[in-house]
């Protein structure tokens, strides 16, 4: 954050990330960013209605999920639909909603170095923010629920020819 005096950090989790384990990682996190001398700059939530999340992603100007594991990422899909770019891990299926160098950066689970290059890049950028933003929300558009109902039902029909 030395490079980059004005970013600022906001952290949502809930307690149990860290695999199972009963820490209590708000206070262990605040330690660690007071340590680093950021601490007045990062801003931990742990509790965080679904009324509250349009405005998190709107005030933000990237999202980043550097998961481990993850299965779909909905949080990924809910801030590209606010037009955010995103910066995120190659787990489960994150690779098929971000499109690497298009609507946001992918890096390995772990390249903590690459994490930082890629949130770099997008705070020296706003230029590259905004194309990306608007990249992710276009692409956004074919997770529709009409088109989740029409392939359903594609399905179903399939299935029932196969049964007659």
């Known amino acids: 954050m030395s490079q980059h005096p004005n970013t600022r950090l906001t952290v949502l989790g809930r307690r149990g990330l860290t695999s199972g384990k009963s820490y209590d990682e708000k206070r262990l996190f605040s330690i660690l960013a007071k340590r680093l001398g950021i ?3 990062v801003r931990f939530l742990e509790q965080v209605t679904d009324e509250q999340l349009p405005s998190l992603y709107a005030l933000c100007d990237i999202f980043v999920l550097p998961s481990r594991m ?11 639909a606010m037009m955010k770019p ?6 489960g299926g994150i690779p098929e909603l ?20 890629a949130i770099a890049r997008l705070v020296e950028d706003p230029t590259l923010r905004e194309k990306m933003g608007c990249e992710g929300r276009e692409s956004m558009n074919k997770y529709t629920w009409e088109r989740a109902a029409r392939k359903t039902l594609e399905l179903y029909e399939k299935a029932l020819v196969g049964l007659t």
């Open 39 to 41: 601490g007045r700059k």
């Open 86 to 91: 995103v910066v995120a891990t190659r787990v």
């Open 98 to 117: 971000v499109q690497h160098g298009r609507t946001g950066y992918l890096v390995d689970a772990g390249d903590v170095l690459g994490l930082s290059e």
């Open 70 to 80: 993850e299965g779909w990422g909905l949080a990924i899909m809910e801030a590209m």
